[in-house]
C-alpha cells in the first residue's frame, strides 16, 4: 500500500514534467502595513475562469499555458489589485495589499469576482476575521477566540465559562486544535474561562468541520488551526490592553526590514481580584506567552521559530494548589523546489502537564502528569497545470503519555511512590490528493491518507480472566514488551474527496465525504474536559476511533459578495467512539483498560448561515439543527442515549456597527436548547445517606440557555494626530442578566448555611448559573 | 487522593451561584432496598429492607415488614433472620439473626431475601482487619479559627501498620458520645491501600470533637466489591450533577442481584476510643 502510493506520486510529478508549454506564476502576497503573509487571497484570471488561493504560508503558484492575462488579486478588507501580464517564462511575483480605508463605505462600485464562499471546493469551513472579532463583546473583555468559534453553526457548547467545543456530534477531544501547526491539548484557563490564545497575536484562525483536507488527521470531527502574527518587518510596534481580568502586551519589529522580524507577547490575569475568596490567601492567576522569529533569506528558503507557553495556578491557604500548562514549539522551513513545487517542513514539540500537591507532614504528596509530542513533517504542493494542484507529505509523530506519579512530600508521610507506567506511540502518516478542475463548474479536490499508529514499548499489557470486569478484577497474565517493541499496530486508509459545482449567478452546489481516524483519546467522564484529564494512545485493548461524514452544501452570494450564506446538511457515523463504564474510575487507575467502553455514535443535523463581511454593518447569523446520539455496550444497560452534548436547537447572531471612525457598536445573542442531563427518578435511604435513584442517562434536558452581550469600542478622534493609539473597549456580558443554567445537582435539603432543614429525610435540586449580568472596561493602546 | 481531584474541580464554584429549583421528574416504580451488614462481632448483624420513593417524598422511606431473611455460608451453615422480634418502633424493617452468630475470616456468607415473591441475593466475604495501635488528639488550627460546630475543633490521629503484602480496603465510622459522625452528611470514609505505606502514623480524622467527647473508630474491612460500592456511592452523593466536569451519576455497582439498591456488607470491625482531656 504504501509503496504504491509513492509510486503513484512519482508517477503524477513525473507526467507532469512531460508537459512543458506551460508557464508558472507564483510569489506571495503580504500586508503593505506591516508585511504579514496573507492566507486565502484569491488569485483570479477571468479570461480563463480559473485562479487558487494563497496557502497556510501565504504563498501561490498558478500553472498556465503561455500568454497574456490580466490576474486579479483580492482579499477581504483590502483593495483589490489587477495586473496584466505577458507571461512568456516562469514569472515570480509578490504582491503586497492595501488595506481598504474605504471598508466602512457601504457602495460597492466594481463587480468582483465571486468569493471563496461560492467558489472554493471547502466546504464546512469558518475563518475568523480578527478584525470583525474585536469588535464583538467579550467576557471580562478579554477576547477569547474559542468564544467566538462557539458560535459558528455546527459548533455546540458544554456550558459557558467552558472552553471546550463540539463539532456536528463529536465529543470535545476530537477536534485538532493547533497553533503554528503545533497541536494544544487543553486549551483552557481557569477550567474554561478564557483559552489560551492570546488574541493580540492571533493573525487568524480556521475551524474545519468537514471535508476536511487530506493534509490533516488525527482527530475526528474538526480542525482548529490558529496561525500568530510573523511580526511586523516594517518598523516597530508595541501593542497592548488593561482589562478587568488580565493585561497583555506585545511587541514586534524588523530585526533585518523586509527580512526577518520578530513578535513576543506575554498576558497575565489577576483573576485573585475577581474572586470571591480574594480576602483569603489563596493565588489563582494564569499567563502566556508566544514568541515567534521569522527570516525570509529569500524567495526560496523562509524560515519560521514559533514558540509558546502558558500556565494556570492555583495555590490555596491550606497549602494545597495545582496547576497546568502547554509548551508548544514549531520551526519551520519554506522552501520552493522550483516554481512549482513549494515545500514546507516543520518539527514541532508539545507538552501538557499538570501538578497537584499537598504540603504536609502526614498525608504530603506530589502528582504529576504529562504527555509529550514530537512531530516531523514534510508537506508539499504542485502545481501540475492550470487544471491539477497536487498535495501530498508525509508526517511522523511520536508520543509519550505519563498518566501520573504519586510520591510523597516528607519521609513522614503515609505515601508511597506509585507511578502509572509510561505509554508511546508512533503514528505515520502518508497523503496525497490532488485538486482538479474538470470544467468551468466542476472542481474536485480528492485524495487519501494512509496513518500506520503504533503503541510501542517499553510497557506491560495485563491479560484480564474479562477485559470488561471492572468490579472484579483477575488479572491472568502480563505481557511485556520491550523499548520499541510494536505493542498494537492500526493501519487506516482515509478517503477524502470534495466536490463543488458552480450554478449560475453566484451560487454553487458542494458536496464532501471524509473519513477520519483518532488514535489519542482523552479519559474523561464528564460532558466537558478537564486539565486532570489524561490521553491514552489506542492499543491493545482500546481501538482507533472512525468518523465517515458526508455533507451536502448550498452556497449563495448576494450583492456583490456583501452578503454570504450557505446551508449544509450531514450526517456523521462514528464506530468505536470511546467512552467508560458507568462509575469508571478514570484518575489514576493501573486497570483503566477495564473501564474502556467503545460503541457506536451518529449524528446529523442542517446548519444555515448568513455572513456580512463589509460596509458599516457586518456580522453573521447561524442556526443549526442538530440530533447526536450513542449507543455503547456497558454504558446505560447498553440501551441509546443523547450524547452530552445533543442539543437540538442553536442559534446564535454577532453584529458590529461601524457608527464612524470613533465608535463601534457590538452585540452578540446566543440561544440553545438545554444540555441533557442525568436526574434522579427518586431517592432511597442507605445508613445515614439518601441517594438518588438513577435510572436513564441523560434523560432530562437543562432549562434553554440565551444571554446577550454589547459592547462600544471607542477611538479617540486624537489618535489620528499622535503615535500613541488608545481605545477603550465597554462592555457588558448577559445584559439582561437571565440565570442561565450551569448544571443541577441535588442534596439534603438546608439553609443557604448548610444547616439540615427538616428531618434530614428531603431532598433539593440546585440550580448552578455562572456569570450575572458583568460590565467590564478594557483599555487597548498601540505605538 | 481522588478526593484532591476533586476538590479542584470545584475551584469553579468560587465564581458560581445557585439557587433551590423545582424539577418536573418521571416517576419510576419503587424499588427494594436492602443494607445488610454481618460482622465478626456477636449480635453486630442485621439487615434493613426499605423501598425508594419519589424525589420530592418527605419523612422515612416505606419499611418492608413481611421479608423472608436468611445467610448462608460456604462451610453449609444457614442462619435465618426475622424481624424486630422485640417489636420496637424503631427498628421496623430491620430483620436480626433467630439465633446469634459471628462471622468467621475467611468465610463467604450469601444473603437471600425474598419479598412479595421476587428473590434478591448478594455475597461477600469477611477479610481480617489491621488493628489501630492507637488514638491521640490535637487541635486543628484551621477548624479552631473557624469551627464548624462551636467548641468542636479536636482532631483525632490515627496509628496504625497498614499490611503492604495484600489488598486491603477499609470503612471508617466516627463516634462522638456513641453517635455516627460525619463532617458534612454526604461524606463517605473510606479507602483503599494503593498508594499507603506501611506506616500510618498520625492521620487527621475528617470530623472534630470538643473536650471532654468521647471519641470513638471503626475500622471496617471491605471487599474490593464493598470499595466499589462505597466509593460509587460517595460519588453520586457528591456529584457536581449532571456530569459537567465529574462523571454523569449512575446508581452505585453493587453485589445485590435483581435491581435491588444498597449492599450486603461483609467485614472484620476493630474499635478504639478515647477521651478527648
Same mark, same amino acid.
Given at each position: ?51 487558487? !488561493?494563497? *496557502? ?7 500553472? %498556465?499555458? /503561455? +500568454?497574456?492575462?490580466?490576474? @486579479? &488579486? ?121 483559552? !489560551?490564545? *492570546? ?7 480556521? %475551524?474545519? /468541520? +468537514?471535508?476536511?483536507?487530506? @493534509? &490533516? ?567 | ?277
Amino acid at each position: 500500500m504504501l509503496r504504491n502510493l509513492l509510486f503513484a506520486t512519482l508517477l503524477v510529478i513525473c507526467s507532469a514534467a512531460a508537459a512543458q508549454e506551460k508557464v508558472t506564476l507564483n510569489g506571495y502576497i503580504k500586508d503593505a502595513d506591516n508585511g504579514e503573509e496573507l492566507l486565502g487571497v484569491t488569485i483570479y484570471i477571468p479570461s480563463l475562469k480559473a485562479g487558487t !488561493v494563497t *496557502n497556510d504560508y501565504g504563498f501561490y503558484a498558478l500553472t %498556465l499555458p /503561455k +500568454g497574456s492575462y490580466e490576474i @486579479r &488579486f483580492s482579499y477581504i478588507g483590502y483593495k483589490e489589485q489587477v495586473r496584466t501580464l505577458d507571461l512568456q517564462g516562469d514569472v515570480t511575483l509578490n504582491l503586497e495589499m492595501q488595506t481598504d480605508a474605504q471598508v466602512i463605505q457601504e457602495i460597492v462600485i466594481e463587480e468582483k469576482p465571486l468569493d471563496e464562499n461560492v467558489v472554493a471546493v471547502q466546504m464546512s469551513k469558518n475563518t475568523l476575521n480578527m478584525n470583525q472579532v474585536r469588535k464583538l463583546p467579550a467576557l471580562f473583555g478579554e477576547i477569547d477566540i474559542i468564544k467566538n468559534i462557539q458560535m459558528l453553526p455546527g459548533v455546540i457548547t458544554a456550558g459557558e465559562g467552558s472552553s471546550s467545543f463540539f463539532v456536528r456530534g463529536g465529543s470535545a477531544d476530537q477536534n485538532l486544535i493547533l497553533i503554528d501547526e503545533a497541536p494544544v491539548y487543553d486549551p483552557s484557563h481557569l477550567f474554561g474561562l478564557f483559552s !489560551v490564545f *492570546n488574541a493580540d497575536v492571533i493573525k487568524d484562525s480556521e %475551524l474545519y /468541520k +468537514g471535508g476536511i483536507p487530506a @493534509r &490533516f488527521g488525527g482527530r475526528l470531527s474538526s480542525i482548529l488551526e490558529v496561525r500568530t502574527k510573523d511580526g511586523n518587518n516594517k518598523e516597530f510596534d508595541v501593542t497592548g490592553g488593561i482589562g478587568t481580568m488580565a493585561s497583555r502586551i506585545a511587541i514586534e519589529g524588523p530585526i533585518v526590514p523586509e527580512k526577518s522580524s520578530f513578535i513576543v507577547s506575554a498576558r497575565r490575569s489577576y483573576v485573585d481580584f475577581i474572586l470571591k475568596a480574594a480576602s483569603q490567601d489563596n493565588l489563582v492567576h494564569f499567563y502566556d506567552v508566544n514568541a515567534k522569529f521569522n527570516w525570509k533569506s529569500n524567495n526560496s528558503n523562509r524560515f519560521f521559530l514559533a514558540f509558546y507557553t502558558g500556565r494556570d495556578v492555583f495555590n490555596f491557604d491550606d497549602n494545597f494548589g495545582f496547576e497546568w500548562g502547554n509548551m508548544t514549539g514549531t520551526f519551520r522551513w519554506n522552501h520552493l523546489f522550483s516554481e512549482r513545487l513549494f515545500s514546507n517542513t516543520s518539527i514541532i514539540i508539545s507538552n501538557f502537564d499538570y501538578k497537584l500537591g499537598l504540603q504536609d507532614a502526614v498525608q504530603g504528596f506530589r502528582w504529576i502528569s504529562n504527555l509529550q509530542e514530537f512531530s516531523f513533517r514534510e508537506d508539499l504542493s504542485y502545481s501540475l497545470n492550470t487544471n491539477n494542484e497536487l498535495a501530498f507529505g508525509y508526517h511522523l509523530t511520536g508520543r509519550r503519555f505519563s498518566p501520573g506519579e504519586i510520591s510523597p512530600t516528607t519521609t513522614s508521610s503515609i505515601f508511597e511512590t506509585v507511578e502509572l507506567q509510561h505509554m508511546y506511540a508512533l503514528d505515520h502518516a502518508l497523503y496525497l490528493s490532488n485538486l482538479q478542475r474538470l470544467s468551468d463548474r466542476i472542481t474536485l479536490d480528492y485524495g487519501v491518507r494512509l496513518s500506520i499508529f503504533q503503541n510501542i514499548g517499553p510497557g506491560s499489557v495485563y491479560l484480564y480472566e474479562d477485559p470488561k470486569d471492572n468490579i472484579d478484577i483477575h488479572r491472568t497474565d502480563t505481557l511485556h514488551f520491550d523499548k520499541g517493541e510494536g505493542i498494537k499496530t492500526y493501519i487506516n486508509i482515509e478517503p477524502r474527496l470534495a466536490v463543488r459545482y458552480l450554478l449560475k449567478e453566484g451560487q454553487s452546489l458542494k458536496f464532501s465525504y471524509n473519513r477520519m481516524v483518532q488514535n489519542t483519546h482523552l479519559i474523561s467522564a464528564g460532558t466537558a474536559p478537564v486539565p486532570f484529564n489524561t490521553w491514552n494512545p489506542s492499543n491493545y485493548y482500546l481501538k482507533p476511533q472512525v468518523a465517515d461524514q458526508v455533507a451536502a452544501g448550498y452556497f449563495r452570494n448576494f450583492r456583490q459578495n456583501q452578503y454570504e450564506f450557505s446551508a449544509e446538511a450531514y450526517y456523521k457515523d462514528i464506530s468505536n467512539v470511546t467512552d467508560f463504564a458507568d462509575n469508571a474510575q478514570i484518575f489514576f487507575n493501573e486497570d483503566l483498560s477495564t473501564e474502556y467502553r467503545q460503541g457506536d455514535a451518529w449524528a446529523y443535523g442542517l446548519e444555515l448561515f448568513l455572513n456580512k463581511k463589509e460596509g458599516k454593518f457586518t456580522g453573521n447569523a447561524s442556526y443549526t439543527w442538530s440530533k447526536t446520539m450513542r449507543k455503547v455496550e456497558g454504558v446505560n444497560l447498553g440501551k441509546e442515549f443523547r450524547a452530552n452534548h445533543d442539543r437540538r436547537n442553536v442559534f446564535n447572531i454577532q453584529a458590529a456597527y461601524d457608527l464612524n471612525e470613533k465608535w463601534v457598536f457590538g452585540g452578540a445573542f446566543t440561544f440553545s436548547t438545554g444540555r441533557p442531563l442525568t436526574l434522579p427518578a427518586g431517592k432511597y435511604e442507605y445508613g445515614n445517606y439518601n441517594p438518588d435513584v438513577l435510572t436513564e442517562r441523560n434523560g432530562y434536558l437543562l432549562p434553554s440557555f440565551h444571554r446577550l452581550d454589547l459592547s462600544v469600542t471607542l477611538n479617540p478622534r486624537k489618535n489620528a494626530s499622535r503615535n500613541w493609539k488608545g481605545q477603550w473597549v465597554f462592555s457588558v456580558y448577559n445584559a439582561y442578566n437571565r440565570k442561565n443554567p450551569f448544571t443541577i445537582y441535588t442534596r439534603t435539603r438546608q439553609d443557604e448555611d448548610g444547616n439540615i432543614l427538616g428531618d434530614g429525610s428531603e431532598k433539593e435540586a440546585r440550580l448552578i448559573y455562572l456569570f450575572p449580568v458583568l460590565p467590564s472596561v478594557t483599555y487597548n493602546f498601540k505605538f | 487522593m481522588q478526593r484532591y481531584i476533586k476538590i479542584s474541580l470545584l475551584a469553579i464554584a468560587l465564581i458560581s451561584c445557585e439557587e433551590t429549583t423545582d424539577l418536573d421528574l418521571k416517576q419510576t416504580p419503587s424499588k427494594i432496598v436492602i443494607e445488610g451488614l454481618l460482622t465478626d462481632q456477636p449480635g453486630y448483624q442485621s439487615v434493613e429492607i426499605s423501598r425508594s420513593t419519589g424525589f420530592y417524598g418527605s419523612g422515612q422511606t416505606p419499611r418492608v415488614l413481611d421479608a423472608t431473611v436468611k445467610v448462608t455460608d460456604d462451610a453449609g451453615l444457614e442462619f435465618n433472620f426475622i424481624h424486630n422480634p422485640r417489636n420496637h418502633p424503631d427498628s421496623a424493617g430491620i430483620y436480626i439473626p433467630e439465633v446469634g452468630f459471628s462471622g468467621e475470616a475467611g468465610r463467604v456468607y450469601t444473603l437471600h431475601v425474598t419479598v412479595d415473591g421476587e428473590s434478591y441475593e448478594a455475597s461477600d466475604k469477611l477479610l481480617s482487619v489491621a488493628p489501630i495501635d492507637s488514638l491521640k488528639f490535637q487541635i486543628n488550627e484551621n477548624e479552631q479559627d473557624d469551627p464548624k460546630e462551636e467548641g468542636k475543633f479536636y482532631e483525632l490521629l490515627v496509628y496504625a501498620r497498614e499490611p503492604q503484602d495484600e489488598e486491603n480496603f477499609y470503612l471508617f465510622r466516627y463516634y462522638r458520645n456513641d453517635s455516627l459522625i460525619f463532617y458534612n452528611p454526604s461524606d463517605v470514609y473510606y479507602s483503599d491501600d494503593e498508594l499507603l505505606a506501611e506506616k500510618i502514623d498520625g492521620v487527621p480524622s475528617p470530623v472534630y470533637y470538643a473536650s471532654n467527647d468521647k471519641a470513638r473508630l471503626e475500622f471496617y474491612s471491605l471487599t474490593r466489591n464493598g470499595y466499589v460500592f462505597y466509593n460509587d456511592l460517595s460519588t453520586i452523593l457528591n456529584n457536581d450533577g449532571g456530569g459537567m466536569f465529574g462523571p454523569i451519576p449512575s446508581s452505585p455497582r453493587t453485589n445485590l442481584s435483581n435491581g435491588a439498591l444498597g449492599f450486603f456488607q461483609v467485614s472484620a470491625v476493630q474499635e478504639k476510643e478515647t477521651y478527648i482531656e
